[in-house]
C-alpha cells in the first residue's frame, strides 16, 4: 500500500466560540488530484491554512510523508516537508520578472547573499520546462496574463521541491481555454508524482480534474467520495444539505409594457468597445457575456462614470446624458457593483455596517453637519435583513464574514441608493453554488420590483440561469443576442462567445 503524502487527523479549531473545524480528517495520496468543496464558511480556508502553518489547530494530527507534527506545524516545517500553498491572490511580484518570481524563493531558503542574474533564469526555465510550459522568463510579470501567473505560481512552488500544492479558488479569474492550459499542467505534475489539493467553487471544474472529493459542511466532513460516483446535484446537495431548484427568469418588455431605462447608441472607445447599442427595460435582467479582454468591464465602467466613452451616446428615460463620474451617474439613478470587490467593493478593515452605508453617508447628515445615527443604523439594519447576511452583529469586521456574504455586503452597499439601473459585474466570483444560488434569488426580486439590471459574467451558465435575454461580446463589439435563453443550448452561446461559430469580428 502506497503511504499518504498528507494525512490530516482528527483537527478541531475554534475560534472566539465558531468551531471553524470540527474533528476533520483528509487524506491525499502521491500523484492524486484531490478536490476540498463546502460553502462559504464551511471550514476550507481554516483547514489548508493549518496544513500549511498558518493557523495553528486546537487539536489532532498532521502527518506528512508518515512524519507526525502533531495538531501544529508552522509555515517553515510545511514548506521543507513539500508543502505549498498557492492563494487567490498568487502572492506574487508585479514589479519583478517572471525569472526573479520562479527563483526568489529558493534563492532565500538557500540564503545566498549575491545575485546570480543566469543562476536565476536557469532556476525559472528548468522548473517551467517541467511542467512543459513557454513563458518569456524576462517578461515583468505585470505584462503576463493571469493564467501565465498561475503557472509562475506553480513553477515557484516546484523551486522549492513541492510534494503537494494547494491552490485556492485557481480558476476564479482566467477564461475556459486558461483552464484547459492549467489543467494539462496539473496532469503534468500528477505523472511525476506532485499531487494536488484543489479547492474550488466551480463544481464543473471539480469533476472534469478531481480524482476524489472531500466534502465540508459547518466545520465537519460530509464524506469522501470518488469523483465518479458523483455528480453535480449529489454534491450540491453534500455541500448544503438542500436541493437546489433554478427557475428560469423570464420577461419580455413589450408585453409586459416596461419603459426603457438606460440606452446607449454607438457608443465606442478606442481598443476597447466600438458602437455599443445596448437597451435596458425595467423590470428586466440582461446578461453580458464574453471571454476576458472582450471590452464587457470596460464598457460597464464607461456607464458608471470610471471610464468616459469617446463616441456615441448614453440615453436615460429618453433623455441624453453625459456621465463624467460616479456622481453623475448615482445621480442618474445608476449603481455598480465591481468585479474585483475587495479592491473596489469593500473596506476590509471597516465593519459591516460602515460598508453598506459607505454610499450614502452624505445623505445621512443633518443640518448640524453629524450624522443621523438612527437613519444610519435602520438602513445597514435593513439590508443585513433583506439580504440575509449572516453575522452576529453588523459591528463586526466585513473581513470575518465568508466569501458569499461579503458580496451581499457590495450588493447592499449599492442597493442602499436605491438604483433604477444596477450594474453587476461578476457577480458571483468566488463563491459557493449555495451562495450563487441565493444571489441570483436577489437579483431577480430585485427585477421583479422594477429595477433594471445588467449582469456580466462569464459564466455562460450563470447567464442562463439568472437573466432574462444576453448579448456576447467578442473584440469589443456586441456579436450577437439571445432574446429566448429557454430554447438555447449552452453550447451555442459558448460557441459564440469563442468565436468558433464562424462569424467574423472586426475589432
Same mark, same amino acid.
Given at each position: 500500500?502506497?503511504?499518504?503524502?498528507?494525512?490530516?487527523?482528527?483537527?478541531? @479549531?475554534?475560534?472566539?466560540?465558531?468551531?471553524?473545524?470540527?474533528?476533520?480528517?483528509?487524506?491525499?495520496?502521491?500523484?492524486?488530484?484531490? *478536490?476540498?468543496?463546502?460553502?462559504?464558511?464551511?471550514?476550507?480556508?481554516?483547514?489548508?491554512?493549518t496544513?500549511?502553518?498558518?493557523?495553528?489547530?486546537?487539536?489532532?494530527?498532521?502527518?506528512?510523508?508518515?512524519?507526525?507534527?502533531?495538531?501544529?506545524?508552522?509555515?517553515? !516545517?510545511?514548506?521543507?516537508?513539500?508543502?505549498?500553498?498557492?492563494?487567490?491572490?498568487?502572492?506574487?511580484?508585479?514589479?519583478?520578472?517572471?525569472?526573479?518570481?520562479?527563483?526568489?524563493?529558493?534563492?532565500?531558503?538557500?540564503?545566498?547573499?549575491?545575485?546570480?542574474?543566469?543562476?536565476?533564469?536557469?532556476?525559472?526555465l528548468?522548473?517551467?520546462?517541467?511542467?512543459?510550459?513557454?513563458?518569456?522568463?524576462?517578461?515583468?510579470?505585470?505584462? *503576463?496574463?493571469?493564467?501565465? %501567473?498561475?503557472?509562475? =505560481?506553480?513553477?515557484? =512552488?516546484?523551486?522549492?521541491?513541492? @510534494?503537494?500544492?494547494?491552490?485556492?479558488?485557481?480558476?476564479?479569474?482566467?477564461? =475556459?481555454?486558461?483552464?484547459?492550459?492549467?489543467? @494539462?499542467?496539473?496532469?503534468?505534475?500528477?505523472?511525476?508524482?506532485?499531487?494536488?489539493?484543489?479547492?474550488?467553487?466551480?463544481?464543473?471544474?471539480?469533476?472534469?480534474?478531481?480524482?476524489?472529493?472531500?466534502?465540508?459542511?459547518?466545520?465537519?466532513?460530509?464524506?469522501?467520495?470518488?469523483?465518479?460516483?458523483?455528480? !453535480?446535484?449529489?454534491?450540491t446537495? +453534500?455541500?448544503?444539505?438542500?436541493?437546489?431548484?433554478?427557475?428560469?427568469?423570464?420577461?419580455?418588455?413589450e408585453?409586459?409594457?416596461?419603459?426603457?431605462?438606460?440606452?446607449?447608441?454607438?457608443?465606442?472607445?478606442?481598443?476597447?468597445?466600438?458602437?455599443?447599442?445596448?437597451?435596458?427595460?425595467?423590470?428586466?435582467?440582461v446578461?453580458?457575456?464574453?471571454?476576458?479582454?472582450?471590452?464587457?468591464?470596460?464598457?460597464? +465602467?464607461?456607464?458608471?462614470?470610471?471610464?468616459?466613452?469617446?463616441?456615441?451616446?448614453?440615453?436615460?428615460?429618453?433623455?441624453?446624458?453625459?456621465?463624467?463620474?460616479?456622481?453623475? =451617474?448615482?445621480?442618474?439613478?445608476?449603481?455598480?457593483?465591481?468585479?474585483? %470587490?475587495?479592491?473596489?467593493g469593500?473596506?476590509?478593515? !471597516?465593519?459591516?455596517?460602515?460598508?453598506?452605508?459607505?454610499?450614502?453617508?452624505?445623505?445621512?447628515?443633518?443640518?448640524?453637519?453629524?450624522?443621523d445615527?438612527?437613519? %444610519?443604523?435602520?438602513?445597514?439594519?435593513?439590508?443585513?435583513?433583506?439580504? @440575509?447576511?449572516k453575522?452576529?452583529?453588523?459591528?463586526?469586521?466585513?473581513?470575518?464574514?465568508?466569501?458569499?456574504? !461579503?458580496?451581499?455586503?457590495?450588493?447592499?452597499?449599492?442597493?442602499?441608493?436605491?438604483p433604477?439601473?444596477?450594474?453587476?459585474?461578476?457577480?458571483?466570483?468566488?463563491?459557493?453554488?449555495?451562495?450563487?444560488?441565493?444571489?441570483?434569488?436577489?437579483?431577480?426580486?430585485?427585477?421583479?420590483?422594477?429595477?433594471g439590471? +445588467?449582469?456580466?459574467?462569464?459564466?455562460?451558465t450563470?447567464?442562463?440561469?439568472? *437573466?432574462?435575454?444576453?448579448?456576447?461580446?467578442?473584440?469589443?463589439?456586441?456579436?450577437?443576442?439571445?432574446?429566448d435563453?429557454?430554447s438555447?443550448?449552452?453550447?451555442?452561446?459558448?460557441?459564440?462567445?469563442?468565436?468558433?461559430d464562424?462569424?467574423?469580428?472586426?475589432?
Amino acid at each position: 500500500m502506497v503511504q499518504a503524502l498528507l494525512e490530516v487527523r482528527n483537527i478541531r @479549531k475554534a475560534y472566539a466560540g465558531v468551531q471553524a473545524l470540527d474533528d476533520v480528517s483528509l487524506t491525499v495520496a502521491p500523484g492524486e488530484v484531490h *478536490c476540498l468543496v463546502g460553502e462559504n464558511g464551511s471550514g476550507k480556508s481554516t483547514l489548508i491554512k493549518t496544513v500549511g502553518g498558518a493557523v495553528q489547530a486546537d487539536s489532532g494530527e498532521i502527518i506528512i510523508n508518515g512524519t507526525s507534527f502533531g495538531s501544529s506545524i508552522s509555515v517553515i !516545517q510545511s514548506i521543507r516537508h513539500g508543502i505549498q500553498i498557492i492563494y487567490q491572490d498568487l502572492s506574487l511580484f508585479p514589479n519583478l520578472t517572471v525569472a526573479e518570481n520562479i527563483s526568489l524563493s529558493q534563492m532565500i531558503e538557500q540564503g545566498e547573499k549575491l545575485t546570480n542574474w543566469k543562476r536565476i533564469r536557469e532556476v525559472a526555465l528548468r522548473s517551467l520546462a517541467q511542467i512543459e510550459e513557454h513563458i518569456d522568463v524576462d517578461l515583468p510579470l505585470d505584462r *503576463c496574463s493571469m493564467a501565465q %501567473r498561475q503557472i509562475v =505560481a506553480i513553477s515557484r =512552488a516546484l523551486t522549492q521541491g513541492a @510534494k503537494l500544492i494547494i491552490m485556492d479558488e485557481p480558476t476564479s479569474a482566467i477564461t =475556459a481555454e486558461d483552464v484547459r492550459r492549467l489543467f @494539462k499542467a496539473v496532469r503534468r505534475l500528477n505523472e511525476q508524482g506532485v499531487a494536488m489539493l484543489f479547492v474550488s467553487h466551480k463544481l464543473n471544474e471539480v469533476f472534469e480534474i478531481a480524482d476524489s472529493v472531500t466534502v465540508l459542511r459547518d466545520g465537519k466532513k460530509v464524506g469522501d467520495y470518488q469523483a465518479s460516483e458523483l455528480n !453535480q446535484d449529489k454534491l450540491t446537495f +453534500l455541500m448544503s444539505g438542500q436541493n437546489l431548484e433554478y427557475k428560469p427568469f423570464q420577461f419580455d418588455p413589450e408585453k409586459e409594457g416596461a419603459p426603457l431605462l438606460l440606452e446607449t447608441r454607438r457608443l465606442r472607445k478606442v481598443n476597447q468597445f466600438h458602437d455599443i447599442d445596448l437597451k435596458i427595460h425595467a423590470g428586466e435582467v440582461v446578461g453580458l457575456t464574453g471571454l476576458v479582454g472582450s471590452g464587457r468591464t470596460e464598457l460597464a +465602467l464607461s456607464l458608471f462614470g470610471l471610464n468616459p466613452p469617446e463616441g456615441g451616446d448614453i440615453v436615460i428615460d429618453g433623455s441624453l446624458v453625459r456621465i463624467k463620474g460616479p456622481e453623475d =451617474a448615482k445621480r442618474h439613478g445608476i449603481s455598480y457593483l465591481p468585479e474585483d %470587490r475587495h479592491g473596489q467593493g469593500l473596506f476590509g478593515h !471597516q465593519t459591516i455596517a460602515d460598508n453598506v452605508v459607505a454610499t450614502v453617508i452624505d445623505s445621512l447628515r443633518g443640518t448640524t453637519g453629524l450624522i443621523d445615527a438612527r437613519r %444610519r443604523d435602520r438602513i445597514w439594519q435593513e439590508w443585513i435583513d433583506k439580504l @440575509k447576511i449572516k453575522t452576529p452583529s453588523g459591528h463586526n469586521l466585513v473581513s470575518s464574514l465568508s466569501g458569499g456574504n !461579503q458580496q451581499r455586503v457590495v450588493l447592499a452597499k449599492w442597493l442602499a441608493v436605491e438604483p433604477r439601473v444596477f450594474i453587476i459585474d461578476g457577480p458571483t466570483i468566488g463563491v459557493d453554488v449555495v451562495s450563487k444560488a441565493r444571489i441570483h434569488d436577489v437579483i431577480q426580486e430585485l427585477a421583479r420590483t422594477g429595477m433594471g439590471i +445588467l449582469v456580466i459574467s462569464d459564466e455562460v451558465t450563470e447567464i442562463m440561469q439568472v *437573466c432574462s435575454r444576453a448579448l456576447v461580446m467578442r473584440k469589443g463589439r456586441i456579436v450577437a443576442e439571445f432574446t429566448d435563453l429557454q430554447s438555447v443550448q449552452e453550447s451555442e452561446i459558448s460557441q459564440v462567445v469563442a468565436g468558433i461559430d464562424g462569424s467574423e469580428v472586426v475589432a
